[in-house]
Structure formats: structure tokens, C-alpha cells
T-cell receptor, first 117, second 115 residues
């Protein structure tokens, strides 16, 4: 089945040690998003790729970066994780465009729960 | 700017009873509205959406929602709740005329269905 896959499901990292979370999709969606979710709060958008164009949210810390080497894959890099970065990280995709319309919802992966020790 | 409110942090309902999870929105034009459900340690799953047409939208797992333009609401409903419906529910809005704007999620409502 076409889907959004996030690896790993659970990640434990040390304070200050760089960590990378991965997301892949078989939907051929042109937009990919990274969200941070803490304690059953609403997901908070960190950034998204519209095709190859990177769009950073204004309040996303510099500690968070992303790469999208091709349509199918997107990575979230946390350069120096702090205790406050412990959260669920959600990847989502959508099929958007001026001609495609904006009526499509997002398809989410199962998330990666990051623990910082 | 668009926004979404879910006025109840928590909704408790007995199994077999009808349930309602409330959502109100603010957007400049005609909204695209969505409901998502999140089970523990999982991503968000799409339930249903309103784009245009019939105000009553039917979705997955027996859920439905009614778009009310005058009240700017999009409440989620189910005639008979199941214990397995217990989860976190998010309402989201998109402004179709604001090309650069992504989803805006509400704060979430935790639904507990008691056996």
C-alpha cells in the first residue's frame, strides 16, 4: 500500500549528539512536511518542502534542519539535541499545486518518538 | 489569519451513546475543513473533510461532520460511540484562496469512551 514511512519509530539520543530522522513516501506527493508534537498538543510545523523548495517556519530553531534528496525521501537533522527537543516528530505529505488544488488532506507517517538523555 | 478552536480539552461519553467533538474556525473565505484522529504513539489519521457541496460529510469508522457556515463550525459526530474511539481528535482548516498557507490545526480534544 502507498504510504508514508518513518524510521525509526523510537529514537534515543544523547544530549548534544546529532541525530537524523527519516521519512519516505510511496505516494509521489510533491509536498513533504515535518511537524513536532509535544505532550498531546497540536502538531507544530517546523518546515516543508514544496517540490525542491525549502520553506522554513519563522520560529523553527536553527538547530533543526532538513534535506530532501529526492521526491521520496526527506530527513530531519537535529544538530545538537537538547532536553526540550524530546517530542514526537511527524512527517506528512500532500499533493498540492495551483492546478492540483488545495483540497487534499495530509497523509501522516506513524511518527518517531525522540528521547534525549 | 486563519485559526481553529476546539473548545473542549476532554470529552467523556459512555459507550453506545452519541458523541460530539466541537470545532469552530476562522478563515477569510470558504474553508477546507478536516478531521484527524491520533491514537497513542501514532501519526494522525484522516477521518473526513469538507470541501464543497453537502454540508453533512461522512467519513471513516462511522464518523460524520456537519459544516455550518453561519456558525463557522464543523463538529464531529458519531451516533454510537465505541471504546475503541478513545483517542485525540484534531480539527484542521485550510484557506483555499491563501496559496502560501498550510494547514492550521486546532489544539486537539481527547475523547474518552467509557465502557
Amino acid at each position: 500500500d502507498a504510504m508514508v514511512i518513518q524510521n525509526p519509530r523510537y529514537q534515543v539520543t544523547q544530549f548534544g549528539k546529532p541525530v537524523t530522522l527519516s521519512c519516505s513516501q510511496t505516494l509521489n506527493h510533491n509536498v513533504m512536511y515535518w511537524y513536532q508534537q509535544k505532550s498531546s498538543q497540536a502538531p507544530k510545523l517546523l518546515f516543508h518542502y514544496y517540490d525542491k523548495d525549502f520553506n522554513n517556519e519563522a520560529d523553527t530553531p536553527d538547530n533543526f534542519q532538513s534535506r530532501r534528496p529526492n521526491t521520496s525521501f526527506c530527513f530531519l537533522d537535529i544538530r545538537s539535541p537538547g532536553l526540550g527537543d524530546a517530542a514526537m516528530y511527524l512527517c506528512a505529505t500532500s499533493r498540492d499545486g495551483r492546478w492540483l488544488g488545495r483540497a487534499n488532506g495530509y497523509t501522516f507517517g506513524s511518527g518517531t518518538r525522540l528521547t534525549v538523555v | 489569519a486563519q485559526s481553529v478552536a476546539q473548545p473542549e480539552d476532554q470529552v467523556n461519553v459512555a459507550e453506545g451513546n452519541p458523541l460530539t467533538v466541537k470545532c469552530t474556525y476562522s478563515v477569510s473565505g470558504n474553508p477546507y475543513l478536516f478531521w484527524y484522529v491520533q491514537y497513542p504513539n501514532r501519526g494522525l489519521q484522516f477521518l473526513l473533510k469538507y470541501i464543497t457541496g453537502d454540508n453533512l460529510v461522512k467519513g471513516s469508522y462511522g464518523f460524520e461532520a456537519e459544516f455550518n457556515k453561519s456558525q463557522t463550525s464543523f463538529h464531529l459526530k458519531k451516533p454510537s460511540a465505541l471504546v475503541s474511539d478513545s483517542a485525540l481528535y484534531f480539527c484542521a482548516v485550510r484557506d483555499p484562496d491563501n496559496y502560501g498557507q498550510n494547514f492550521v490545526f486546532g489544539p486537539g480534544t481527547r475523547l474518552s469512551v467509557l465502557p
